[in-house]
DNA sequence: CTAATAGTGTCTGTTAGACACTATCTA
DNA sequence: TAGATAGTGTCTAACAGACACTATTAG
């Protein structure tokens, strides 16, 4: 392991003698879409900005990776602050955004994570100090027009409490080989998100739709025993519309186990299940 | 637009007081996973390094994003330089790996693009002034074992020129709720490859394998226009098997629009196609 | 004619959507 | 008993895998 390169050096004396410092580097955050189910809802936690860039807007609960911080520990991080609970919360990497002037600071390179927790993990997330307010937003998605040229679509944001409706049109048009995507703030709304997050929101609940169906990603959003009516009802928030109970539950049984366990509500006591991530399709898919 | 903030800053006087010289700060770079199908085989590029760390490793092309370069120039900058070519090449971003200590130099975030060229695109990618070798290596994966625990997986990277065999052992587990996966050179091969490019390695393939039959992403790696057994060819050299002619011809032709024209190569004229990403599962899939 | 490539037809088991139905518990 | 929740059974159309078959061209 005392490889040499072409001056002669060590692995030791090449580290010695690098230098960066001489370039301009660009800063990197995280970025969190922190996701819930909460009345047959799906949910997302923004924060609203306090100071500049972006002042009054919406935006995804983040902020800086430390120069000696790993990524997911930034993001357990900033989960920890947003969400008051160090137990494990679900997450996972969606995508980076680096476009050079998304941020009038200074170059921020953001990576978005995509986490999930169930409603009860939930201790009533407050405005950090760089926000001034936090809310949940409900999330949804509908096509307006689809057709061989391209698809339009509508993401709606909405917050009751503080009467905030934010609504956004993407549209997907073929592109050579691929789907061109772009999203624009759709009326003169009373609020909107800051830079690109947009984007964000509009991949993952995209992501998310696909993957509730042929994925157990939305155990993420569970207890780890549930009732069968539990698992369709966060079934149903996330794709946004009612399915057969009949299918659901046909289907739904390949990835359980049951605990023997029963839970009553109103009604018919129900059984209990547990998920096993082995039983479902994660392994053949993504 | 004059918003003040709590200290009576406008934007402008905000920016200009901002100083993030202060912290240490990542570098940021891209790599490329380059693949092209050639003789039937799925096929990447890597060059070897010529300098620490990682001296004569095998590693994925890439380098430093500027300061002002928007993530996806830089790519299309390697590629340019990888290639030769300067036409679209089809690229999307696959992953970011951010662990602190994946880099001795300095902390180094970075973004992993996928990117996919028809052979008669490349002009020979030679050896960049940081590598001593470039070559394209067989890819290949195949499970080993899979039971309710987990799944265990070979990846394999052969370059037949050069001799030159690396063998990955790849284990996925259950963990909770989702898939915890790890990557270990399998034996004492007379290569590796540097860093933990072996990670975004086995990511592009579970993503091009998985995608090959759902979407359209093997046209980027096929002209314009095609015969329906050219098409067939790149498709079992990405899932690395046969696959039955009549269903496949069957099923691909729903994203498929015929030109009229015919081409022939021996026996019968075959007609040629071309793909149109609207009729293919894109917009419903991810 | 044969060899080589291109392309089709059909059977069958599995799956997915639609929908009608039964079961258990409380008040 | 009604009302609420839990859970089942069945029909059918679409789809996917297996596999046998026909078509066109060169020599």
């Not at 927790?117 to 001034?132: G, V």
């Not at 739709?209 to 780890?224: C, D, E, V, W, Y």
């Amino acid at each position: 392991m005392t490889a040499i390169n072409e001056k002669g050096q060590t692995l030791e004396e090449f580290l010695a003698s690098y230098d960066d410092s001489i370039y301009r580097h660009p800063s990197n955050t995280v970025d969190m879409i922190l996701m819930t189910v909460s009345e047959g809802k799906l949910k997302l936690l923004l924060v609203k900005r306090r100071d500049h860039p972006f002042i009054h807007d919406w935006a995804l609960p983040g902020g800086f990776i430390n120069f000696n911080e790993d990524m997911e520990a930034a993001v357990r991080r900033e989960l920890e602050e947003e969400t008051h609970i160090t137990s494990d919360t679900y997450f996972h990497q969606l995508y980076t955004f680096g476009n050079k002037d998304r941020d009038p600071r200074t170059r921020i390179i953001t990576t978005v994570y995509l986490s999930m927790t169930p409603e009860e993990n939930i201790r009533n997330a407050k405005a950090q100090d760089d926000a001034e307010d936090a809310g949940w937003f409900t999330l949804s998605k509908n096509t307006i027009s689809s057709d061989n040229e391209g698809r339009r679509s509508l993401v709606t944001l909405d917050e009751d409490e503080r009467g905030i409706h934010m609504e956004y049109l993407i549209e997907d048009s073929a592109m050579g080989n691929y789907i061109a995507t772009t999203s624009s703030l759709r009326d003169t709304s009373n609020a909107k998100l800051a830079a690109d997050h947009i984007k964000a929101v509009n991949m993952a609940l995209d992501q998310v739709q696909h993957r509730a169906a042929s994925t157990g990603i939305l155990f993420n959003l569970l207890p780890k025993e549930c009732t069968l009516r539990e698992i369709q009802n966060v079934y149903e928030a996330i794709i946004g519309h009612k399915t057969d109970t009949g299918n659901f539950r046909r289907d739904i049984k390949k990835m359980l186990v049951p605990t023997g366990k029963t839970r009553k509500i109103a009604g018919k006591q129900a059984a209990l299940y547990r998920f096993n991530p082995m039983y479902s399709y994660l392994m053949e898919n993504l």
